[in-house]
């Protein structure tokens, strides 16, 4: 099986779309994580969902989690201030990521071996460098764990 036949339609974002919607649609689909494109709608990135909860954590505390036990849950509430007015490039990791991308005709195996070697939960299929779909990490272990 290839990976153009293991992919699947998946919302992509630009870029430049406000942080907030973004995270709207992470969380409203319960998705691993969103394709970002550049301006020319090209394949750019990945952003996983766990990097938009970093970005949510406040730096002290990624650097010394024992301090999140004296912080009360209201910053939940402050979720919508932190992301409002932030674009999705704001979301992403400071030094450029290796894009999760996988080609048209790679096999299971590859498109495993690229998700793995990147520790990211989901691959952009691509044709010509066109994005045709995408492949989640569950839907890779669905297609791997079902007899032939």
């Known amino acids: 099986m290839h990976a153009e036949q293991m992919a699947e339609e998946f919302p992509v974002v ?6 907030l919607e973004a995270a709207r649609s992470l969380a409203g689909r319960r998705l691993p994580g969103l394709v970002v494109t550049d301006k020319d709608g090209k394949p750019f990135s990945i952003l996983p969902s766990s990097q938009v909860v970093k970005f949510l954590v406040p730096r002290y505390v990624q650097d010394d989690p024992s301090l999140a036990g004296v912080l ?13 007015g ?29 998700m793995a070697r990147l520790r990211c939960p989901l691959a952009a299929v ?6 045709v779909g995408v492949i989640t990490a569950s839907r890779l272990l669905e297609l791997a764990l079902t007899p032939r």
Not at 14 to 19: I, K, L, P, T
Not at 72 to 84: T, Y
């Open 14 to 19: 630009d870029v430049d779309s406000d942080a």
């Open 86 to 114: 932030k674009t999705v490039r704001d979301l992403l990791p400071d030094e450029p990521q290796e894009l999760a991308a996988v080609n048209h005709d790679d096999t299971i195996v590859e498109v495993a071996a690229t």
């Open 72 to 84: 009360d849950e209201s910053m939940a509430d402050r979720v919508v201030d932190k992301l409002s």
């Open 126 to 131: 691509l044709r010509d460098g066109t994005l």
